[in-house]
């Protein structure tokens, strides 16, 4: 039994992982933003996760934060990510094709997000 729950875990690290791509790998909170993307990119229907280029405005540091925005027309999302006056906004590619359906994940999804903060 000890074994297949380890196996799941691992699968779904490795699902996590194939999901993440495009230029920029780091995310923003360390160890809590890496959590957050996992925790998003488990969803069944978010097909790619692409981290874009983390903007400081000011000091570092406070508490780390995530809201899904507004799905585009083909049902994509955006993740914003901050932490302190530091902010990432990460491009979540879904498998769905309208704003609607969009519209549902995003909500889905930020409701994981208020359980896990």
Same mark, same amino acid.
């Given at each position: 039994?000890? +074994?297949?729950?380890?196996? !799941? ?10 999901? !993440? ?11 809590? #933003? *890496? *959590? ?8 069944? +229907? ?6 874009? %280029?983390? @903007? ?8 780390? @934060?995530?809201? %899904?925005?507004?799905? $585009? ?22 498998? %769905?094709? @309208?704003? +609607?359906? #969009? $519209? ?14």
């Amino acid at each position: 039994m000890t +074994e297949n729950k380890s196996g !799941l875990q691992e699968n779904a690290q490795n699902s996590s992982k194939n999901k !993440l791509g495009g230029a920029h790998t780091t995310i923003i909170g360390g160890r809590a #933003g *890496k *959590k957050l993307i996992k925790l998003v990119s488990q969803h069944p +229907e978010i097909k790619r996760v692409i981290p874009s %280029v983390i @903007t400081v405005k000011g000091i570092a540091g406070g508490s780390l @934060t995530g809201k %899904v925005l507004r799905a $585009d027309s083909r049902g994509n999302l955006r993740l914003l990510i901050s932490e302190g006056r530091s902010f990432q906004e990460v491009r979540l590619v879904t498998t %769905v094709g @309208t704003a +609607e359906e #969009g $519209d549902r994940i995003m909500n889905e999804l930020n409701e994981i997000l208020r359980t896990a903060l």
